[in-house]
T-cell receptor, first 115, second 114 residues
Framework: KQEVTQIPAALSVPEGENLVLNCSFTDSAIYNLQWFRQDPGKGLTSLLLIQSSQREQTSGRLNASLDKSSGRSTLYIAASQPGDSATYLCAVRGSGYSSASKIIFGSGTRLSIRP | NAGVTQTPKFQVLKTGQSMTLQCAQDMNHEYMSWYRQDPGMGLRLIHYSVGAGITDQGEVPNGYNVSRSTTEDFPLRLLSAAPSQTSVYFC?????????????FGQGTRLTVV
């Protein structure tokens, strides 16, 4: 059974710092891993999708890496801004027969950027 | 192109009432799924479908029913609502996992059972 863990659960840093959010998963048989942002009371906004054959993806100040063999992904945010404050969720899509197509989420990291 | 549409956005039910949360997508996606999100937690998978006529259980299926008669629609039914089902519900859709495309989510339905 796939389990996805995100550490830390909450993080508070001053504006301008670079930071790393972590995501780990127990079953390496995945098609892809997706990072989402969720603002309070809102839906999910897709940030980055990394396919299982890829090592990283970049979008602006965001860089996500994937090490499938060790079951880990990181989301790197450069030069953080108060507008980055949100909850960040990672989700993995299984590729094994019994888990085909299921997308499993971690519990998220609540990020607060202090001005 | 509307994407994934969920209705209603908000709902209050009394214990024991039944209702259906609607989810529709216009992207011809085969895969659709329902999640619930409780305070301070991530999304937990309730049911999912890999195509019309095919559904399967996720992590927390008890108390919920689904059906998939068309590619576009994937309704979630609460047969007898309980306070423990108070949550925010999200519907998602995508192409099959093997195509390695992203999943799209609706804006959520906030359900309160009193």
């Amino acid at each position: 059974k796939q389990e996805v863990t995100q550490i830390p659960a909450a993080l508070s840093v001053p504006e301008g710092e670079n930071l790393v959010l972590n995501c780990s998963f127990t079953d390496s048989a995945i098609y892809n891993l997706q990072w989402f942002r969720q603002d309070p009371g809102k839906g999910l906004t897709s940030l980055l999708l990394i396919q299982s054959s890829q090592r990283e993806q970049t979008s602006g100040r965001l860089n996500a890496s994937l090490d499938k063999s060790s079951g880990r992904s990181t989301l790197y945010i450069a030069a953080s801004q108060p507008g980055d404050s949100a909850t960040y969720l990672c989700a993995v899509r299984g590729s094994g027969y019994s888990s085909a197509s299921k997308i499993i989420f971690g519990s998220g990291t609540r990020l607060s950027i202090r001005p | 192109n509307a994407g994934v549409t969920q209705t209603p956005k908000f709902q209050v039910l009394k214990t024991g009432q039944s209702m259906t949360l609607q989810c529709a997508q216009d992207m011809n996606h085969e895969y659709m799924s329902w999640y619930r999100q409780d305070p301070g937690m991530g999304l937990r998978l309730i049911h999912y479908s890999v195509g019309a006529g095919i559904t399967d259980q996720g992590e927390v299926p008890n108390g919920y029913n689904v059906s998939r008669s068309t590619t576009e629609d994937f309704p979630l039914r609460l047969l007898s609502a309980a306070p423990s089902q108070t949550s925010v519900y999200f519907c998602a859709s995508s192409y099959p996992g093997r195509l390695n495309t992203e999943a799209f989510f609706g804006q959520g339905t906030r359900l309160t059972v009193v």
